[in-house]
């Protein structure tokens, strides 16, 4: 008898008694509990969330920025209300902390009270960020804390998005206003450039009204100089000790009554003042060669000052057509520059002449200096040396008084002559070096006031002046720079049609493996009559192909016309899911004829193996390794991947090679069957008592 005969015979038993019939049915519907029922229950369960009920606090006190009143919470209250994710309910604090730990709702949101003032903080001093706080209870369940992460993200990134939009549109404002007021800075520098340039011009007339001055001041003091040559020594020296040894012996006099007691408390400030002294007279020396080095450049410019003034005098008075009406004045600058120009001559050639002197008193303030560090030292014994000193000075005064008498009276008017004239010259010199500096310093701030005004020009040139409508398109973009473009290839419409490549070969497999506990994977008739081994093993899976074919047919047809469930190549997947059945029945059947009553344990065990390593819900590579290496090598993992393309679209060569694996493993598992065959047609006494019957 050949092989569709004995199936059709093994078949034909299901039509025998009400209890086969009911069997076939079962067998038939079986994946439907598997596929259908499954992919039902889960069909779509994100077009559902608004079901879910979750906790909505709006704490929110509002804030004031700018002259405008921001209520950031009633704005996220009345979004959140608005969107079809979860069903929001507005409860108190205390309220959703209860309803979320004993699970009335699966998470709360809390907007905070400060959350307007802290967003509003974005335009002032001390920017803070807002915190929207979120509760979950994983207790509750899992799944949607995970989907409330995700929601709520897009929540904080639209609050944060609209929180920028104010305040970038306060930075454009501000640029606004920052380009108006350097546009009136900069018309300001032009009028100061304007200014500074009268006044440089005014400064130069100064400077030369005082070489005149200068000049004038500087005969008088030369020749007062030189009557008092000879009496100025003589006052110089016993004038001066007689009248310093005097003021010295009163002061000392009453400071020793006086300051004596202070002497002895305090002479630690004093050492310190000494030290004070002494790092005086060493910056002193260093000024005095300053003087020295400076001097004759000073006489070099004069000289030039005075031939420029001799050429202006000749150009405009001597050589003019028409002599200037400011002849008579120009010719007192140019008597003025020239005195100038002598007395900074004689200025440089006294700092030459006396270079001697000068040395010398660079030797004396050295010794101040020296001196003074030693009173420093004595000052813990000045009290001491203060008495001393006193009774020295006393009879030093009584010496010099007698000295200076006959000298003060001689040299008395020349000396007070003298002092006022070296004065007066060099306040004079002071005030046109000042007048100088002056005319210089005005000259380079008329160059900088012009710079200034170029660079204010410039300035207002390049920062941004933008009206309102730039100022929106601008703060679009900056207030949200990347936006997310999307392409969703082959997009499945919803959860259930994502997971059905994943559930259906599942809910096969099942069937596959109930249809062998119901029919033999070997025909016994076959094996006992001594068939061919091949004509067994078909005879055993012809019958189940059939069904499986059934279970395929009634499984779509729910799937597609009950659950909705949209294939982009219907045709091209219920034929391959043929082929699945096919090589699942010969897998299934295999495993049952070569292990007996085991092998129903090993086809639930390798459905578990190709469950958990398919790919079927998420990525295989974030499974551990040992899933990874099975990947690649059991059925259902090209079955999923060939049922995706199928079902939602794409290349075919994932299909194609499922084919190809499919078709190797059920010839593999029919030769596997035919061999067990061959085997089982030799009875052995642990065939007739088997350890194990299932």
Same mark, same amino acid.
């Given at each position: 008898?050949?092989?569709?005969?004995?199936?059709?015979?093994?078949?034909?038993?299901?039509?025998?008694?009400?209890?086969?019939?009911?069997?076939?049915?079962?067998?038939?519907?079986?994946?439907?509990?598997?596929?259908?029922?499954?992919?039902?229950?889960?069909?779509?369960?994100?077009?559902?969330?608004?079901?879910?009920?979750?906790?909505?606090?709006?704490?929110?006190?509002?804030?004031?920025?700018?002259?405008?009143?921001?209520?950031?919470?009633?704005?996220?209250?009345?979004?959140?209300?608005?969107?079809?994710?979860?069903?929001?309910?507005?409860?108190?604090?205390?309220?959703?902390?209860?309803?979320?730990?004993?699970?009335?709702?699966?998470?709360?949101?809390?907007?905070?009270?400060?959350?307007?003032?802290?967003?509003?903080?974005?335009?002032?001093?001390?920017?803070?960020?807002?915190?929207?706080?979120?509760?979950?209870?994983?207790?509750?369940?899992?799944?949607?804390?995970?989907?409330?992460?995700?929601?709520?993200?897009?929540?904080?990134?639209?609050?944060?998005?609209?929180?920028?939009?104010?305040?970038?549109?306060?930075?454009?404002?501000?640029?606004?206003?920052?380009?108006?007021?350097?546009?009136?800075?900069?018309?300001?520098?032009?009028?100061?450039?304007?200014?500074?340039?009268?006044?440089?011009?005014?400064?130069?007339?100064?400077?030369?009204?005082?070489?005149?001055?200068?000049?004038?001041?500087?005969?008088?003091?030369?020749?007062?100089?030189?009557?008092?040559?000879?009496?100025?020594?003589?006052?110089?020296?016993?004038?001066?000790?007689?009248?310093?040894?005097?003021?010295?012996?009163?002061?000392?006099?009453?400071?020793?009554?006086?300051?004596?007691?202070?002497?002895?408390?305090?002479?630690?400030?004093?050492?310190?003042?000494?030290?004070?002294?002494?790092?005086?007279?060493?910056?002193?020396?260093?000024?005095?060669?300053?003087?020295?080095?400076?001097?004759?450049?000073?006489?070099?410019?004069?000289?030039?000052?005075?031939?420029?003034?001799?050429?202006?005098?000749?150009?405009?008075?001597?050589?003019?057509?028409?002599?200037?009406?400011?002849?008579?004045?120009?010719?007192?600058?140019?008597?003025?520059?020239?005195?100038?120009?002598?007395?900074?001559?004689?200025?440089?050639?006294?700092?030459?002449?006396?270079? =001697?002197?000068? &040395? *010398? /008193?660079?030797?004396? !303030?050295? $010794?101040? %200096?020296?001196? @003074? +560090?030693?009173?420093? #030292?004595?000052?813990?014994?000045?009290?001491?040396?203060?008495?001393?000193?006193?009774?020295?000075?006393?009879?030093?005064?009584?010496?010099?008084?007698?000295?200076? =008498?006959?000298? &003060? *009276? /001689?040299?008395?008017? !020349?000396? $007070?002559? %003298?002092?006022? @004239? +070296?004065?007066?010259? #060099?306040?004079?010199?002071?005030?046109?070096?000042?007048?100088?500096?002056?005319?210089?310093?005005?000259?380079?701030?008329?160059?900088?006031?012009?710079?200034?005004?170029?660079?204010?020009?410039?300035?207002?040139?390049?920062?941004?002046?933008?009206?309102?409508?730039? +100022?929106?398109?601008?703060?679009?973009?900056?207030?949200?720079?990347?936006?997310?473009?999307?392409?969703?290839?082959?997009?499945?419409?919803?959860?259930?049609?994502?997971?059905?490549?994943?559930?259906?070969?599942?809910?096969?497999?099942?069937?596959?493996?109930?249809?062998?506990?119901?029919?033999?994977?070997?025909?016994?008739?076959?094996?006992?009559?001594?068939?061919?081994?091949?004509?067994?093993?078909?005879?055993?899976?012809?019958?189940?192909?059939?069904?499986?074919?059934?279970?395929?047919?009634?499984?779509?047809?729910?799937?597609?016309?009950?659950?909705?469930?949209?294939?982009?190549?219907?045709?091209?997947?219920?034929?391959?899911?043929?082929?699945?059945?096919?090589?699942?029945?010969?897998?299934?059947?295999?495993?049952?004829?070569?292990?007996?009553?085991?092998?129903?344990?090993?086809?639930?065990?390798?459905?578990?193996?190709?469950?958990?390593?398919?790919?079927?819900?998420?990525?295989?590579?974030?499974?551990?390794?040992?899933?990874?290496?099975?990947?690649?090598?059991?059925?259902?993992?090209?079955?999923?991947?060939?049922?995706?393309?199928?079902?939602?679209?794409?290349?075919?060569?994932?299909?194609?090679?499922?084919?190809?694996?499919?078709?190797?493993?059920?010839?593999?598992?029919?030769?596997?069957?035919?061999?067990?065959?061959?085997?089982?047609?030799?009875?052995?006494?642990?065939?007739?008592?088997?350890?194990?019957?299932?």
């Amino acid at each position: 008898m050949r092989s569709p005969k004995l199936a059709a015979l093994e078949l034909r038993r299901f039509g025998r008694g009400t209890l086969p019939r009911a069997a076939l049915v079962a067998l038939l519907v079986l994946p439907l509990l598997y596929g259908a029922l499954y992919l039902w229950s889960f069909w779509d369960p994100y077009g559902r969330l608004d079901r879910i009920p979750v906790a909505l606090v709006n704490e929110d006190e509002g804030a004031s920025a700018n002259g405008r009143r921001i209520a950031a919470g009633d704005d996220i209250t009345e979004g959140l209300r608005d969107s079809s994710t979860f069903d929001w309910r507005e409860v108190s604090e205390e309220e959703a902390r209860r309803g979320v730990e004993d699970g009335r709702y699966y998470l709360s949101l809390t907007v905070p009270a400060d959350f307007s003032r802290r967003i509003a903080s974005s335009s002032g001093d001390t920017p803070e960020s807002g915190a929207l706080q979120v509760r979950t209870n994983d207790a509750n369940n899992y799944i949607v804390g995970q989907i409330s992460r995700t929601v709520f993200g897009e929540v904080r990134r639209a609050a944060s998005t609209k929180t920028s939009r104010s305040f970038l549109d306060q930075i454009f404002v501000s640029f606004s206003d920052i380009h108006g007021e350097t546009v009136k800075a900069a018309q300001g520098a032009d009028k100061l450039n304007g200014g500074i340039g009268k006044a440089e011009k005014g400064s130069q007339d100064l400077v030369d009204g005082l070489k005149d001055a200068r000049s004038g001041s500087g005969k008088l003091s030369q020749g007062l100089k030189d009557l008092h040559k000879g009496a100025g020594s003589l006052e110089d020296g016993s004038g001066k000790v007689a009248d310093g040894t005097r003021r010295l012996a009163e002061k000392v006099n009453a400071l020793n009554a006086e300051a004596g007691p202070f002497l002895k408390d305090n002479e630690k400030a004093i050492g310190a003042t000494a030290r004070f002294v002494a790092d005086s007279a060493g910056r002193l020396r260093d000024d005095l060669d300053t003087l020295e080095e400076r001097a004759p450049a000073a006489a070099k410019d004069a000289r030039e000052a005075s031939a420029t003034m001799d050429a202006l005098y000749r150009e405009r008075c001597e050589d003019a057509d028409e002599p200037d009406p400011a002849c008579a004045d120009l010719k007192k600058a140019q008597e003025a520059v020239a005195t100038a120009s002598d007395v900074a001559a004689d200025v440089g050639a006294l700092v030459t002449g006396h270079r =001697a002197d000068l &040395k *010398k /008193l660079d030797g004396q !303030l050295d $010794t101040l %200096e020296k001196q @003074a +560090r030693t009173l420093a #030292k004595r000052a813990p014994h000045l009290s001491e040396d203060l008495e001393d000193a006193v009774g020295r000075i006393n009879k030093l005064n009584t010496g010099a008084g007698k000295v200076a =008498a006959g000298a &003060k *009276k /001689l040299n008395k008017g !020349l000396a $007070t002559a %003298e002092t006022g @004239a +070296r004065k007066l010259d #060099k306040g004079v010199g002071e005030l046109k070096t000042g007048a100088d500096d002056l005319s210089g310093g005005l000259f380079k701030l008329v160059d900088g006031s012009e710079e200034l005004a170029g660079g204010l020009h410039e300035g207002a040139e390049k920062i941004p002046d933008y009206d309102e409508r730039d +100022r929106d398109v601008r703060t679009d973009v900056m207030a949200d720079p990347v936006r997310l473009v999307s392409s969703d290839l082959h997009k499945a419409p919803n959860y259930g049609t994502g997971f059905a490549p994943y559930f259906i070969p599942l809910s096969l497999w099942v069937g596959a493996m109930v249809a062998y506990m119901l029919i033999s994977p070997m025909n016994r008739r076959a094996l006992a009559a001594g068939a061919s081994a091949w004509r067994i093993a078909l005879a055993g899976w012809l019958p189940v192909v059939a069904i499986g074919v059934l279970q395929t047919v009634a499984l779509m047809s729910v799937l597609h016309w009950a659950l909705g469930l949209q294939m982009a190549r219907a045709a091209g997947t219920v034929g391959f899911l043929f082929l699945v059945t096919a090589c699942f029945a010969a897998i299934v059947q295999w495993l049952n004829a070569r292990f007996g009553a085991a092998g129903r344990i090993l086809v639930l065990a390798l459905l578990m193996l190709q469950l958990t390593s398919a790919g079927g819900t998420y990525p295989v590579q974030t499974s551990p390794a040992f899933f990874n290496a099975l990947h690649p090598f059991l059925p259902m993992t090209h079955v999923v991947e060939a049922l995706r393309r199928l079902v939602t679209g794409g290349g075919l060569e994932p299909v194609w090679l499922a084919c190809a694996v499919l078709a190797a493993f059920t010839a593999g598992a029919l030769a596997l069957t035919a061999l067990s065959a061959r085997r089982k047609q030799v009875w052995t006494l642990d065939r007739l008592h088997p350890e194990l019957s299932l």
